[in-house]
């Protein structure tokens, strides 16, 4: 094995090795994965060539099936487009002109596989008057050099373009640190399609060294996102937001949902004669249980303002049965703050806990000035919700009646019994309410 051999194994390791790496480290991100297949057939087409293909040209000539080792080349060219065209999809549609530009990337696809098939049909041509361009370059004017360099040159440019017209459009912080070093490196790795053995080893390295910088800088934004998302977000809202970007899962949107809301009764005269260590004990013990029920049904903390907790059930990730979820939910809080209720109270000062449940259809999004920004939901549920929670005695849960209807297309074994009508303060109409029973 020569020194360009040596050099070009080494490439084309370090190029799957990244592959495996990105999939493994981001493997629920179809991003990332068409990322990882981009670099597995980069890597493998490099193998390819300098581990099979040239020793066997060497021990016996061009053979007519050479060419179908050329796929693995323009495969690799396709999963980059491919990428591209995954990254524009995490764009909110209401923010990007679609059409142009993923019809210029799937051109850049097509055109790739046009040099394919090209290679596959004149594996001769190829060997004698494309590779290693560069070696010999007062002899590449042979007309067949264009039928391979013509697609090649097209799918790079267009999907360029379409990469750039990515940009343009502003996606989520991370992809774009991606997609500029691969804006910056794919070109210069292209060049090792037509370079010398020892050029085209450094120009691959030279341009994943660059797309390892920007995909570096990507995982670190996402682990920084994921750590700080987890203290607020259900997981699977966290998990939504690293596949598709923190715009697109808080974009706004109207949809129908549920809300629960809960607080403590009697905690400001409890607090007035408490310390302030043991009230910020209790409300972090209060808040930890509350987070652990929200995230086990789905649900979004929207906010913790004292001893009140509310929680959004099909915002920002939508559930069919965000009704029937919003009742477990209901429930589970209703258990557990019982029990710490009684464990926190004394003969002085006596803790309870009510919770309310309302749905219907609400306006989620992200508002807020330069410096600080608020996930909220603006919707009659909302205030519904809170009302009922602070008409619910302790260890009540009242519901709604838009709560009751959607439950009957997902039945469960919650069992809602008719309560009082309610006058609420803000609401023209006395409101019907419903009380979860007990379990």
Not at 83 to 97: G, H, M, Q, S
Request: proline residues 5%; glycine residues 8%.
């Amino acid at each position: 094995m020569n020194s360009n051999t040596t050099a070009a194994v080494i490439v084309a390791l370090q190029a799957m090795g990244m592959a495996l790496a990105f999939i493994l480290a981001d493997r629920q991100s179809p991003t990332s994965r068409a990322l990882g297949m981009f670099l597995a057939c980069t890597g493998l087409s490099i193998a390819i060539d300098v581990l099979w293909v040239i020793p066997m040209r060497i021990e016996s000539g061009i053979v007519a099936w050479e060419g179908l080792l050329a796929l693995p080349q323009s495969l690799a060219i396709v999963f980059a487009f491919e990428w591209v065209l995954r990254v524009r999809e995490t764009i909110p549609a209401a923010n990007l002109k679609t059409q142009g530009p993923n019809r210029l990337l799937r051109i850049a696809q097509g055109l790739a596989m046009v040099y394919g098939l090209a290679a596959v049909a004149f594996p001769a041509q190829r060997a004698a008057h494309f590779g290693n361009l560069m070696l010999y370059p007062g002899e590449r004017v042979h007309p067949t050099f264009w039928l391979f360099f013509v697609p090649l040159a097209l799918s790079i440019a267009i999907g360029t373009a379409g990469t750039l017209f990515t940009l343009y459009r502003r996606p989520d912080r991370a992809e774009v640190r991606r997609l500029v070093a691969f804006a910056i490196g794919a070109p210069v790795m292209a060049t090792g399609i037509i370079a010398p053995p020892h050029l085209a080893a450094l120009s691959t390295t030279v341009g994943l060294l660059v797309l390892l910088i920007g995909s570096v800088q990507y995982h670190v934004t996402q682990g920084q996102r994921a750590q700080f998302l987890s203290r607020f977000l259900a997981p699977q809202v966290a998990q939504m937001v690293t596949k598709r970007g923190l715009k697109s899962a808080t974009d706004e949107k109207t949809l129908e949902l549920s809300v629960v809301c809960c607080d403590l009764r009697g905690f400001t005269a409890f607090s007035a004669a408490t310390s302030s260590r043991r009230v910020i004990e209790i409300l972090r013990e209060y808040y930890d249980a509350v987070g652990i029920a929200a995230a086990a049904c789905g649900g979004t903390i929207k906010d913790q303002a004292g001893d009140g907790v509310l929680i959004l059930v099909g915002a920002p990730l939508p559930f069919d049965d965000h009704a029937q979820r919003a009742i477990e939910l209901a429930r589970q809080i209703r258990e557990v703050g019982i029990a710490l209720a009684r464990q926190w109270s004394n003969q002085e000062m006596q803790l309870g806990m009510g919770v309310g449940v309302a749905s219907g259809f609400v306006t989620v999004g992200v508002i807020g000035g330069a410096s600080r920004l608020e996930y909220t939901a603006v919707g009659a549920p909302v205030n519904l919700a809170s009302r009922l929670c602070s008409e619910a005695a302790h260890g009540q849960v009242l519901v709604d009646e838009r709560t009751v209807e959607l439950l009957r297309a997902h039945p469960s074994d919650s069992r809602l019994d008719a309560g009082n009508t309610l006058d609420l303060k803000g609401f023209a109409a006395p409101v019907p309410s419903y009380v979860l029973a007990a379990a």
